[in-house]
């Protein structure tokens, strides 16, 4: 049961992507939420899946065509397979670098059935490690070789973090005031001060 399932779901993907081929153009807009995620427009531009809260307090999800283009590619809606094989989510919100960091995404990033098989996920994270300063074989060579602590020192995450002191911290009792404070009133002036 489970099987045919599986079956039916992807013979209704890909009879979406046919019927989007042969209608024409792929318009962000016009994408739901389970195929919006890691889809490209016909313009080229990357589509990105959004959430907003209704005043209901219902979430909504809408598609909405990015600024951010793809390299060589148009009218894609990425496959479940590559979808599974990269370990992505297709319901994740935005475009973001920060995944990068993480050793398990990189390990699928980097795996023969992603990295040799989906172009359009390993375009879209080449061109996001290179906004971090990072060349994305290097990364999957030192997966290879798991060698890991020295390359992902390079990757920095675009997220603001603060940092944490440069030495340990003595926490001590701030004392009150020595005297207390008092305020006073002072009216405004009537006039103001011409120069």
Not at 117 to 131: H, K, S, T
């Amino acid at each position: 049961m489970v099987s045919s399932f599986k079956i039916l779901s992807i013979l209704a993907l890909a009879l979406a992507i046919c019927v989007q081929g042969t209608l024409g153009e792929i318009t962000c807009e016009h994408l739901d939420q389970d195929t919006c995620g890691y889809a490209i427009s016909s313009s080229g531009k990357r589509c990105l899946l959004e959430k907003r809260v209704k005043r209901t307090g219902e979430e909504a999800y809408t598609c909405r065509t990015s600024e951010i283009e793809a390299d060589r590619l148009r009218n894609w809606i990425e496959t479940d397979q590559c979808i599974k094989a990269c370990g992505l989510d297709r319901k994740s919100l935005g475009i973001s670098s920060d995944s990068l960091l993480e050793s398990r995404f990189s390990q699928q990033l980097c795996s023969p059935q992603c990295y040799d098989n989906c172009p359009n996920v390993v375009d879209l994270y080449f061109n996001l490690a290179a906004a971090e300063g990072l060349f994305l074989p290097k990364l999957c060579k030192a997966q290879e070789g798991n060698v890991r602590r020295g390359l992902m020192a390079d990757i920095k995450s675009s997220g603001y973090v603060a940092p944490g002191p440069d030495h340990p911290v003595k926490y001590t009792y701030a004392p009150g005031p020595a005297e207390p404070v008092t305020y006073t009133y002072a009216p405004a002036p009537t006039t103001p001060p011409y120069y």
